[in-house]
């Protein structure tokens, strides 16, 4: 019984290490320029990564936003939208390669495809901006100056193919990944959470768990032996729960 409940845990432990592995890309990120950041989050779409470190007295939100372009020449950009999870009224921080060198512009995104008209002035205050290319992909750097009190902001992320001759983006592909490439993004307090347990019934027999032997009446060895899988069970299954709500 005891190796039963041991290779359950170890099972599940195994389970917990393999995620761990397999979610936290972007701890093993460095930049050239030495920054470091506090959080840091695998974005859910076109294997993108954002690592952040949110200041709460002074509002500064400081950036660095790693994807790879859809071509070798395309662009990347990062943006926070003080609207809603959207593309119009985002305001965004918009980098590319052109011809080994490395660019990077702010844009107020009022329409899908047209970036004629779109403005360079954003509502947020913005500084130390720069952008460096590695592997294949292009890291945004920049800080932001957001409102007081700002506890979470919409963000949209995108690639695109490449630029105009008037050094303006292409419009990005209209695929699953690029729509949903967007979300909220917590700055403060935990990043996921889970929905509370169920009270249990006040009244009436628990599905799995032996009913308790009348008073004076000994248990039988095959209720011990079931109440002893069953707390092993719930054992390994609450180790495994665990660790898919933490990840």
């Known amino acids: 019984m005891a190796r039963l409940c041991f290779t359950l845990v170890i099972l599940a432990l195994a389970l917990l290490v393999s995620q761990s592995d397999q979610s936290l890309t972007c701890t093993s990120q460095r930049f050239t320029n030495k920054n470091v950041y506090t959080n840091c989050t695998d ?19 400081s950036i660095a936003f790693t994807a790879p372009p859809s071509k070798p020449d395309g662009w990347v950009s990062w943006s ?32 899908y495809d047209d970036a004629t008209k779109w403005g ?13 290319e590695s592997n294949g992909n292009i890291t945004i750097f920049g800080k932001w100056k ?41 700055l403060v307090g935990t990043q996921s959470g889970a929905a509370p347990s169920p009270s249990p019934s006040p009244a009436g027999p628990v599905p799995g768990v032996p009913a308790p032997a009348p008073a004076g ?5 095959s209720t011990r032996i079931g109440g002893r899988i069953s707390a092993c069970f719930y054992m390994g299954l609450v180790v495994i729960l665990g660790s898919l709500i933490v990840f």
């Open 217 to 221: 009446k000994k248990k039988s060895a």
């Open 146 to 186: 957001l409102p007081e009190n700002t506890n979470m902001v919409n963000q949209i992320w995108q690639v695109g193919p490449g630029i105009t001759d008037k050094g303006l983006p292409l419009s990005h592909d209209k695929n699953l990944d690029n729509l949903k490439a967007k979300g909220m993004l917590q």
């Open 120 to 132: 360079t002035k954003l509502s947020y205050e913005v500084w130390d901006l720069s952008a460096e």
């Open 43 to 61: 974005l859910s779409y076109l294997n993108a990564y954002l690592h952040w470190t949110y200041n709460t007295t002074n509002s500064t939100l």
């Open 80 to 111: 926070i939208n003080p609207v809603k999870p959207s593309m119009i009224s985002a305001q965004a921080l918009l980098a590319f390669k052109h011809k080994d060198n490395i660019t990077i512009n702010t844009y107020n995104v009022t329409s």
